[in-house]
């Protein structure tokens, strides 16, 4: 899971980013609103924590921006301001949940837990169903009707982009940042070479689900029904 850190406390950062790493978050740090944007704007989070107020840039400012353009990401608001008002600002500005400080991190993981099993995405130990597959991320095991077969880690990160959206098509830059990483010095021909590797899995294990090209745009998983 790629989680994007925005807070300008630096002490409370570290904190965070030891803690999350201890739970195999991969995680971006970013301490400025202006720089938040433009890492928000890049699409290639699963997760974004962010600070209300921040220099250069407040944080609601910050996601109305985003949400503006189009980014969809979910994202929990830290803050120390826990008003009422302040909450539903928060909520009603496009956040999809608010954590006030100080907090446990028990409680941070837990509306992390929340909002990734409402939005379909992956966690280390969980086993998802699709069609006529199974994957198992904590094992990046995948088996179909024909057989079973272990995936490399950035083979099983790009099975998750998709199965996190099937019959939804992807850009190529979205896919590459989400899988490499939005600064990730990475050629666009490393993303074709791992869809061929990623289409010979499925055929491998027998299945009928689909890795199909849009051309122009990008890649969409197609489960049949």
Sequence with gaps: ??????????????????QLKKEHFHVTVC??????????????????????????????????KAR???IRTPVIIITALGELYDRIEGLDGGADDYIVKPFAFEELLARI??????TGKFLEQD????????????????KGPSGQIRLSGR??????VFLSETNTTLRRMTILS????????VEESNLDTYIHFLRKRLAFVGSSVNLETVRGVGYRMEVPK
Excluded at 45 to 55: A, G, T, W
Excluded at 113 to 118: K, L
Aim: glycine residues 6%; aromatic residues 6%.
């Design 1 to 18: 899971m790629n989680l994007l850190l925005i807070e300008d406390d630096e002490n409370l950062c570290d904190t965070l980013l030891f």
């Design 31 to 64: 301490h400025d609103g202006r720089d938040a944007l433009e890492l928000f704007l890049q699409d290639a989070y699963d997760l974004i924590l962010l600070d209300r107020m921040l220099p250069t840039m407040n944080g609601l400012l910050v996601l109305k």
């Design 68 to 70: 503006d353009a189009g």
């Design 113 to 118: 837990r929340s909002i990734f099993r409402r």
């Design 127 to 142: 086993i998802r169903s699709i069609g006529d597959l199974s994957y198992d991320a904590a094992l990046r095991e995948l």
């Design 155 to 160: 083979e099983s990160r790009l099975l998750e």
């Design 178 to 185: 989400r899988v490499w990483g939005a600064d990730a010095p």
